[in-house]
C-alpha cells in the first residue's frame, strides 16, 4: 500500500508539473519557440497573488481571477512588443531574448521582494493541509484540485485547438504562417493570443506552487526545468501528451522518494533522459526528406 500510495501522490504532482508545462508546451507547438522566461513569468504571477492575497486582504480565489486578466495582458503585451520581432532574427534569437527576459524579471522581483520565501499556504487553510483518508491512501484536497485544474485546462485547450475556428487559424499559423497570412490568418495576432494564454496558465500554475510549498524570486528556473521536462516526456508540442508527461515525471519522482528521499528529483532527471536516448535514437530518427 505504501507504494500505490506513492504513485498516487506521484500523480497529484504530476498534474502540477503538466500544469507549469503547459504554456510551454503551447507556445511551442504555436511558435516553435522554448520560452526559458516561462518559470519566472508563473512565479511572478504568483507573487502577484500574494501580493493580493496578503497585502490587500483578497481571498486568494479573487485574487487570482483578478491577475489572470493582467496575465492576458501582460503575454500579449510582450508577444507584440518583444516576440515578435525576436522571431525574425532566427531560431537563436527567441532564446536569448526569453533568457534575458528571465533575468530582468527575477532581479525585479529581488528588488521589490527580496529574497525571502513566499507562500500562500497561511491564507488558504485547510485547502493546503487538508486530505481524505480512504484505507491506507492519502487523497490531498489541493493536489486533487490540482490535478482537475491541469486536465480541465489542458483538455480545454486540446478541444479549442481541433474544434474551434481560434484553434484552426492557431494551428495553421504554426505549419505555415506566411500561406496563413494569405488567407486572412495574421500570424502575429495568433501568436500574441497563444502567448497570452501561455502567461495566464503560468499564472495559475505558479499561485497552486505558492500554496503548495513556498517561492521566492528565484523559484523560476527550477520550475522551468520540469515544465520542460512534463513538454519532452510527453511530446513536444502536444497538449495531451504534456499531461502524460507530467503526470510521469511526478510519479518517478515520488517513488524514487520512496527509495531514498535523495533519489527524487535524480529519478525525474533519469526518466527524462532515457525518454531522450529512446526518441532521438539513430534508429528511430527519420532521415530527411
Not at 484540485?145 to 492557431?170: D, P, S
Request: with cysteine; charged share 5%.
Amino acid at each position: 500500500m505504501t507504494w500505490v500510495n506513492a504513485v498516487l501522490q506521484g500523480i497529484f504532482l504530476g498534474g502540477l508539473y503538466a500544469l507549469f508545462a503547459c504554456g510551454l508546451s503551447l507556445m511551442f507547438g504555436v511558435m516553435r519557440i522554448i520560452n526559458l522566461a516561462h518559470g519566472d513569468l508563473a512565479v511572478l504571477g504568483a507573487f502577484v497573488v500574494w501580493w493580493a492575497a496578503t497585502s490587500l486582504g483578497a481571498p486568494p480565489a479573487p485574487a487570482l481571477i483578478g491577475a489572470l486578466p493582467l496575465a492576458l495582458a501582460l503575454g500579449y503585451l510582450l508577444q507584440v512588443t518583444v516576440l515578435t520581432r525576436s522571431l525574425r532574427g532566427g531560431e537563436l534569437t527567441p532564446l536569448l531574448t526569453t533568457f534575458g527576459l528571465a533575468i530582468v524579471i527575477q532581479n525585479a522581483l529581488l528588488l521589490i521582494f527580496s529574497p525571502d520565501v513566499r507562500s500562500l499556504a497561511t491564507v488558504t487553510g485547510s485547502l493546503s493541509t487538508g486530505s481524505w483518508q480512504i484505507g491506507g491512501l492519502t487523497v490531498p484536497y489541493l493536489g486533487l484540485l490540482i490535478l482537475i485544474v491541469a486536465t480541465g485546462v489542458l483538455g480545454g485547450l486540446h478541444l479549442v485547438l481541433e474544434r474551434t475556428g481560434f484553434g484552426r487559424e492557431m494551428r495553421a499559423a504554426a505549419q505555415d504562417p506566411d500561406t496563413a497570412a494569405l488567407v486572412g490568418v495574421p500570424a502575429t495576432a495568433v501568436y500574441a493570443r497563444a502567448t497570452a494564454i501561455a502567461v495566464a496558465t503560468a499564472t495559475l500554475a505558479g499561485t497552486f506552487l505558492a500554496v503548495h510549498s513556498t517561492i521566492d524570486p528565484a523559484s523560476g528556473p527550477t520550475q522551468l526545468i520540469f515544465a520542460f521536462e512534463a513538454v519532452v516526456i510527453g511530446g513536444l508540442g502536444s497538449l495531451r501528451g504534456t499531461l502524460i508527461g507530467g503526470l510521469v515525471l511526478g510519479v518517478a519522482q515520488t517513488i524514487g522518494a520512496q527509495i531514498d528521499p535523495q533519489y527524487s528529483i535524480l529519478a525525474g532527471h533519469l526518466v527524462f533522459l532515457i525518454v531522450l536516448l529512446v526518441r532521438f535514437s539513430p534508429g528511430r530518427l527519420v532521415p530527411a526528406a
